[in-house]
């Protein structure tokens, strides 16, 4: 089994920033995709960021040049660094970790973004 845990989530104000973490444990192998998600109320889950495995990366077009991922090898932790935020990206954001070979998606349970004017 693999539990993801997310933090940093928060208030802030528009053009500001924030840094989520989401930690990894319990069984996980090597070839992983770990990735960021959000939904706003009364919308579908969306991807914001993604890593794979051999560092790729793919954003949301509505992010880019905004936010980065990145990962943290051997401990199993992914980063999302959200720099001047915008109104639109408040949303509760959730990690995502997903086998390459194939399989099940794993799902943290959520932190709250707020931006606030």
């Known amino acids: 089994q693999v539990q993801l845990v997310e933090s940093g989530g928060g208030l ?24 960021w998600y959000r939904q706003a109320p009364g919308k579908a889950r969306e991807l914001v960021a993604r890593i794979t495995s051999g560092s790729l990366t793919n954003y949301a077009d509505s992010v880019k040049g905004r936010f980065i991922i990145s990962r943290e090898y051997g401990q199993n932790t992914v980063y999302l660094q959200m720099n001047s935020l915008k109104l639109e990206d408040s949303a509760v954001y959730y990690c995502n970790l997903n086998w390459e070979t194939g399989g099940v998606d794993y799902w943290g349970k959520g932190t709250q973004v707020t931006v606030y004017a």
């Open 12 to 35: 802030v104000q528009p053009g500001g920033s924030l840094r989520l973490s989401c930690a990894a444990s319990g069984t996980i192998y090597t070839l992983k995709t770990m990735g």
